[in-house]
């Protein structure tokens, strides 16, 4: 095995890094153990020089992902005319550049969007279905329907079938979400030691055809029953989502920032984290364009039937399996390599066997846990590790400990369990489908990407303003919160306005047909918590991708992307603890509560993590071993074949 090439370079190149550096035989240079041949790999990283933009992002974005890696290459390091740090011929900025150039998202290459457009089509089958599902439990076919759960035009009755009301509704709805969000640590796991993130996805989508096509079966009206084959739908959704997102961000050449001359002279400073906090504003719109097709299934629902609610996400998974097809050999894939995860037990295990449980919460927990340190102490033990995958552990729990504060933030985003359906169950919806409104959620955040993404962070950039990561999702949980006060305060208008007082929400079956069940409270109102709440999802969640991805070791990137999904699964079972309060005539209070959490967590969030802003963005990847499968085929026959003996001879 070759022994990677070790890069020698400034003060400054080690900051950008995030490594530790060590002295080498060059003057006032160092030696970095991150930034060696296989971070600075030729076939992932962009070789740009300081030229016209025009010019390098034309040009560079998919040659640099084409371009195959000589074995003679080797790393090379120089300094340009005017004194910069170069690396594979990337201008690397200066300290004083850094806090004074503007930075700028670098180009994605197209991989980046045809997998945004898998998430959309697997995103628009899943909340085309789940949108109805509560109703679909919750409410009994309606008297004036045709038997397939569908009302008649302009009844009052909201689509259902099988009648088991809010208790039971918010039970299952939550058992769903907490698998879908809870299995993805196996699979995550599963992806990053033996399978790989690619095969688990697709196994993922032909496990989600077979329940959509049972479902569609179950929503008949000669079988019309429970549709338990949603359960299949979350293991489905279970193998594909944890796998998903970093392997859009495995995409990205942008792996380290890099000086370049925009088309109008200015410098500029191509920016990894703005590069992948852009693409996936882009993966998170197209999550909530597919999240949008509850629409049309809420209207099937109520107009057609279950059946044809149904069939519409079925009729959009078809696009899945040829576009996967499509993608295979042209996406840049992260092999399996075994999981990281022994190594983080390893690094735990030697901190607290050596004082670590005194210094927990205290400067200097992780030192104790480095190969240097407890080799300097007299260690003879051999590590499979070195310091920098320490330094790696420490982002990673720190990641977790971000990804801790979400559950109740995502409670407060629509409601406790099936609170919010409850809710608007007693609403004057004139004739329109109770959650019809839900959908604005995704529509909020379609209309507000765009702005965000070529608006507000663009003009954010160009004042110099840096708006971290800790800044995004404090300012997205305080929106939460402030957005949630609408839900309780709605609850109590429609208990005071609704003829059957503080049994709103099952008025229609304790009042005489034909008669009055529903407040004077109109449903439009609902929009507003609805479209509040949804517009910070963008300040969090679009975030904590990166976070998940920046901050796990290379072999525990969907271990680490399936912690931050497990967070819906524990806001999920905390909706399965309380399905007994989520009825009149506590609801007031299933909303008030997690509101007054949200506020106080969000204090405490800032307080906590608010020097994460001060560090530079890093990516914890082997670069080297990110490839198209047809780099891969021709690394293999570039390799010496065994010599033959010619025993005739």
């Not at 009302?151 to 088991?164: D, N």
């Not at 962070?457 to 800044?471: A, D, E, T, V």
């Amino acid at each position: 095995m070759r022994r990677p090439l070790c890069l020698c370079q400034s003060a400054s190149f080690s900051l950008i890094s995030g490594a530790t550096p060590r002295h080498c035989s060059h003057p006032s240079q160092f030696c970095n153990p991150v930034l060696t041949r296989s971070s600075l790999d030729a076939s992932t990283t962009i070789p740009t020089v300081a030229g016209p933009v025009g010019a390098i992002r034309a040009s560079v974005d998919e040659k640099a992902l084409n371009e195959k890696l000589a074995p003679e290459l080797g790393i090379t390091e120089g300094v340009t005319e005017d004194g910069h740090h170069t690396a594979d011929g990337l201008v690397i900025p200066t300290e004083e550049e850094k806090s004074t150039l503007r930075r700028v998202a670098g180009k994605m290459p197209a991989s980046c969007y045809y997998l945004c457009a898998v998430e959309f089509a697997e995103r628009a089958s899943y909340y085309g279905c789940f949108q109805v599902y509560k109703n679909f439990i919750r409410a009994p076919l309606p008297p004036d329907g045709n038997g397939t759960g569908a009302t008649a035009p302009g009844s009052e009755y909201t689509a259902g079938a099988l009648g088991q009301g809010s208790v039971v509704a918010t039970a299952m709805t939550e058992a769903f979400k907490f698998l879908a969000y809870a299995l993805p640590i196996y699979f995550g796991w599963l992806a990053d030691t033996k399978y790989g993130r690619f095969k688990m996805i697709c196994w993922g989508v032909a496990i989600c055809g077979v329940a959509h096509v049972i479902m569609i079966i179950s929503a008949l009206p000669p079988v019309l029953q429970s549709g338990h084959a949603i359960d299949m739908l979350s293991i489905g959704a279970a193998q594909f989502k944890p796998n998903i997102s970093p392997t859009v961000i495995d995409q990205s050449p942008h792996k380290i920032a890099h000086v370049i001359t925009d088309k109008n002279g200015e410098k500029v400073i191509v920016d990894p984290e703005e590069s992948i906090n852009s693409v996936m504003l882009w993966f998170y719109l197209l999550i909530n364009i597919g999240a949008c097709f509850g629409i049309p299934t809420t209207y099937l629902a109520k107009l057609v039937g279950y059946w044809a609610a149904y069939l519409i996400p079925t009729i959009l998974y078809l696009l899945l399996p040829p576009l996967l097809w499509y993608l295979n050999p042209r996406l840049v894939k992260q092999p399996p390599g075994g999981s990281d995860l022994g190594n983080v037990f390893k690094v735990l295990g030697d901190i607290f066997a050596h004082g670590g449980l005194k210094r927990i919460g205290r400067k200097g927990f992780w030192e104790i846990g480095k190969p240097s340190v407890r080799k300097a102490a007299g260690s003879t033990k051999v590590y499979s590790y070195n310091d920098q995958f320490v330094n790696d552990v420490r982002r990673t729990f720190q990641a977790c400990g971000i990804f801790m504060f979400s559950p109740i933030w995502m409670i407060n985003d629509g409601g406790l369990g099936a609170a919010a359906n409850a809710l608007t169950a007693g609403m004057d919806t004139n004739g329109l489908p109770n959650d019809l409104l839900d959908n604005l959620n995704s529509v909020s955040i379609v209309l507000m990407v765009p702005i965000m993404n070529h608006v507000i962070y663009p003009l954010l950039r160009r004042r110099g303003i840096k708006w971290g990561p800790i800044s995004r999702m404090t300012f997205g949980f305080a929106l939460g919160t402030i957005g949630s006060l609408g839900y309780p305060i709605l609850q109590y208008y429609v208990y005071k306005t609704s003829p059957c007082g503080w049994n709103a929400t099952t008025c229609a079956e304790i009042v005489p047909k034909g008669e009055v069940s529903v407040s004077s409270v109109s449903y439009a109102w609902y929009a507003v918590p609805v479209i509040v709440t949804a517009i910070s999802e963008i300040f969090v969640n679009v975030t904590a991708y990166g976070i998940a991805y920046s901050r796990a070791p290379k072999n525990m990137k969907g271990l680490v992307s399936s912690l931050n999904l497990f967070m819906t699964a524990i806001s999920a079972a905390i909706g399965l603890a309380t399905a007994p309060a989520i009825s009149d005539p506590y609801l007031i209070w299933a909303f008030a509560g997690p509101t007054i959490a949200g506020a106080v967590m969000t204090v405490i969030f800032w307080f906590t993590f608010r020097d994460i802003d001060k560090e530079e963005f890093v990516l914890s990847s082997d670069f080297a071993e990110l490839k198209k499968d047809s780099d891969r085929e021709s690394d293999e026959e570039r390799a010496p074949q065994p010599k033959t003996i010619d025993e005739k001879s």
